[in-house]
């Protein structure tokens, strides 16, 4: 089985050690691949919503994997077992992500390998403020760069750590890399902040904390090229 380049940035990501959970898994896909390539002993395939649920418990039949992989109907980890080692919540909304974490009081212990949609800002701020350590961050491309996709790896620490404007835009562990897919991300990061400015400059309304806030995130963001 082939996946995605974004989809297999979320597999390089998991520990490859125990049971994995993927949360709002849909078709599957990823459980199945770590099963399937031996890495993972047990899975469980979650989602809130019973249609995808059956479409993931087809295509688990279709592989033989019924055994090893067991569909769970639930919002994010509620109902999850705590022998989970390895939380994979991808494709879905930062916000949403970040309600999941919030609610949950039994997988702290879990490695969580995230892939928000959007909100990834708030993101990288709700893990520093909440004790999260980011172990890494990557950037994927797909469409020839037209879709650009943040995966972080982060585990619970209780540990909170001092963090900067810039960490917000880009995790540490995503500073220190050198990559195109990277380069991309920041480019489109600041063309997005040039197009605020530009639609303030025509509106009438000019919230100077707003402008000077976009601004120093435009010249963070240029010193990271
Ligand atoms: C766009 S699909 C992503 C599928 C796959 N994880 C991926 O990255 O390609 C999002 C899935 O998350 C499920 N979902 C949304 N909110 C959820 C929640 N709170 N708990 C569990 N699943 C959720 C949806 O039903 C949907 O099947």
New binding site residues.
């Given amino acids: 089985m082939k996946l995605s380049s974004r989809?297999k940035k979320i597999v390089d990501f998991t520990d490859k050690c125990g049971v994995v959970a993927?949360?709002?898994?849909?078709h599957a896909?990823?459980p199945v691949y770590l099963i399937e390539n031996g890495f993972y002993k047990k899975a469980y395939a979650?989602?809130?919503?019973p249609l995808?649920l059956k479409r993931a418990e087809k295509y688990i039949l279709s592989r033989n994997l019924s055994d090893k992989i067991t569909t769970i109907l639930?919002?994010?980890l509620q109902n999850v077992p705590d022998d989970t080692d390895t939380v994979v919540i991808?494709?879905?909304g930062g916000e949403?992500i970040i309600d999941?974490l919030l609610s949950d009081t039994t997988h702290h212990s879990a490695t969580f390998v995230l892939?928000p949609m959007t909100a990834v800002d708030s993101l990288r701020e709700f893990l520093y403020k909440n004790g999260y350590q980011i172990l890494d961050e990557d950037i994927v491309a797909e469409q020839q760069g037209r879709k650009l996709y943040s995966v972080i790896k982060t585990k619970k620490t209780d540990l909170l750590k001092d963090y900067s404007a810039i960490d917000v835009l880009l995790s540490p562990a995503l500073q220190r890399k050198k990559s195109a897919e990277k380069e991309l991300y920041i480019k489109k990061l600041i063309y997005t902040r040039s197009k605020i400015l530009e639609n303030i400059n025509k509106s009438k309304i000019h919230d100077e904390n707003y402008i000077n806030m976009i601004t120093d995130e435009m010249n963070l963001l240029k010193e990271c090229l």
């Fill in positions: 989809l993927d949360i709002g898994t849909d896909l990823v979650c989602d809130i919503r995808p639930t919002n994010g991808a494709g879905m949403m999941i892939q």
